[in-house]
């Protein structure tokens, strides 16, 4: 064992993100083992699945795939991991769970002809005020597991908006209406959009209207987040 990682667990001990129990010196996870059996998967396969369904009607666009990591609720202990990488600088949480995702991503033959990647941008005061984007690391893990090229020059987020957190569907919707613009054309043949969380999924159809306008018209735009909101 390291002698030295294991002073430092002495004193900061290595925590599950999940339920906070006590992880052993030599753990590489991140979260303990129940925590790993309960995770609330998805098991979405993006060519059918409530997301990729919900998506596609807000679009209007039958090409479109959606998929998602894990279920996400208000009281869930697994929420603390979209938390943790909005809030808490959680960028080591963000990347775990985002190769896990990439992995579903990677077996799934509808994402097979990926070949650009892209974050949803957040405004630039609130990027500096955080340190990172959080959509950005998600959209890099992917992209150096899935070997696809990462761009997040495409679209920028114009408007300064308030968090979509506390606010009813039809509120966001108007919260990010004309809040992105493009910054440039791309030339893609199948486009991964990425956030940390599904929820109405407003912001990804504002960010996908508006990737329309910089693509040709065969580009396909598909959507992944880290986590998805389940209404019913
Ligand atoms: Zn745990």
Not at 98 to 106: D, F, G, M
Not at 163 to 182: E, H, I, P, R, Y
Not at 185 to 201: E, M, Q, R
């Amino acid at each position: 064992m390291n002698p030295f990682k294991a002073i430092i667990n002495l004193f900061l001990p290595n925590r599950c993100i999940i339920c906070g129990e006590r992880l052993s010196v030599s753990s590489e996870y991140i979260c303990c083992l129940p925590c790993t059996v309960d995770f609330p998967k998805t098991k979405f396969w993006a060519e059918d699945n409530k997301m990729t369904s919900a998506f596609r009607e807000l679009t209007g666009d039958d090409r479109c795939f959606a998929t998602s990591l894990f279920y996400y609720k208000e009281d869930s202990p697994f929420r603390a991991i979209t938390h943790s990488l909005k809030y808490e600088y959680g960028l080591k949480t963000g990347r775990y769970y985002s190769e896990l995702l990439a992995q579903e991503i990677l077996h799934d033959w509808v994402f097979q002809d990926l070949d650009l990647i892209i974050p949803v941008p957040i405004h630039a005061f609130r990027r500096f005020t955080r340190g990172y984007n959080q959509s950005e690391v998600i959209a890099k893990t992917l992209g150096s597991e899935l070997e696809v090229k990462t761009d997040n020059r495409v679209i920028k987020r114009s408007r300064y908006t308030k968090t979509q957190t506390k606010l009813s569907g039809s509120d966001k919707q108007s919260n990010v209406s004309g809040a992105f613009k493009a910054l440039k054309k791309v030339d893609a043949k199948h486009i991964l959009l990425v956030d940390d969380v599904y929820t109405s999924g407003s912001t990804l159809a504002e960010c996908y209207k508006v990737l329309r306008e910089c693509t040709d018209t065969d580009t396909k735009i598909s959507i992944a987040t880290l986590a998805f909101v389940d209404k019913l």
